[in-house]
């Protein structure tokens, strides 16, 4: 029997599996990280929400291959992860731009040779224009705002065409109108590039804003406590009673005032 095009759409591009992480500090053991498990199908966005401490620095990271894990595994595209790969692009909150290279440098900096001074001129360009930054691409970082700053680093990551985008806080250090600007042009980069995201965040609004699903964690150890369908039409009106509904019950859920219930289900 083949397999239909939907069947592939709906392919779980990245599967975590169980995964633990403990961390010895001062001759103990704390537990991180404990059993998380969940799946991300291709195109889609999740959303993962928790308090400071709970992991989702650690998750990410984990699943990035920068760091390794203790039980359990993760699996991109039926590929156990076993270090950094160009199939996942991360995207810091800090911008980790090349202070002495321009824009046009940056984003072209991890396109390879094989394709060709003039073939990564017009992937470059064509890149800067999708964020926003068409005429830049001469500047250094120094000479552009933050939220320019983060443009550029999710131009450089995107034109590498990851299969999946991890992002760690990425707005978090933006002022709020810029911030607002940003989650616009990933939705928008999103549907157009089809792009898997898994971004991690504390903002309760930037999680329902932009995931399709929400994952709850809790800290001590961390855990997922609960996982959110965001079944809300684009674009969201955050003043609309089915986003205050689903704020209110994530709320709960994050401070830990309802019972939890297994993810995943
Ligand atoms: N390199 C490390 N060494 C020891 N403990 C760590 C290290 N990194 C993270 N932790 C601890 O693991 C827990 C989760 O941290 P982190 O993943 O940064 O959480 P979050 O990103 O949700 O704020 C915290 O208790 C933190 O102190
Ligand atoms: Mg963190």
Not at 111 to 117: A, P, S, T, V, Y
Not at 141 to 155: D, E, F
Not at 209 to 227: T, W
Request: glycine share 12%; charged share 25%; proline share 6%.
């Amino acid at each position: 029997m083949g397999r239909g095009l939907s069947d592939i759409a709906a392919a779980p591009c990245l599967k975590v599996e169980a995964l633990s992480k403990r961390f010895r500090v001062n001759g103990h053991h704390i537990s991180a990280l404990e059993e998380v498990s969940f799946e991300v199908r291709s195109g889609e966005v999740l959303g993962i929400l928790g308090p400071s401490g709970c992991g989702k620095t650690t998750l990410l990271n984990i699943i990035a291959g920068f760091l390794p894990h203790d039980g359990g595994r993760v699996m991109m595209d039926r590929r156990p992860v076993t270090g950094p790969g160009p199939e996942r692009g991360v995207v810091f909150q800090e911008d980790a731009l090349f202070p002495w290279l321009t824009v046009a440098e940056n984003v072209g900096f991890g396109l390879r040779n094989g394709d060709g001074k003039a073939g990564r001129r017009v992937k470059v360009e064509r890149m800067l224009e999708m964020v926003g930054l068409q005429g830049y691409g001469h500047y250094l970082p120094r000479a552009i705002s933050g939220g320019m700053k983060q443009r550029v680093a999710l131009a450089r990551v995107l034109v590498l065409r990851p299969a999946a985008l991890l992002m760690d806080e990425p707005f978090a250090a933006l002022d709020a109108q810029t911030r607002a600007d940003m989650h616009e042009l990933l939705i928008s980069l999103q549907r157009r590039l089809e792009q898997t995201v898994v971004f991690v965040t504390h903002d309760l609004e930037e999680a329902i804003k932009l995931a399709d699903r929400v994952l709850v964690m809790q800290k001590s150890p961390g855990r997922i406590r609960r996982d959110f369908a965001v079944g809300l039409p684009r674009p969201r009106n955050l003043d609309s009673l089915e986003f205050l509904e689903l704020k209110r019950s994530m709320y709960e859920s994050l401070c830990g005032q309802e019972p939890g219930i297994p993810a995943g289900g």
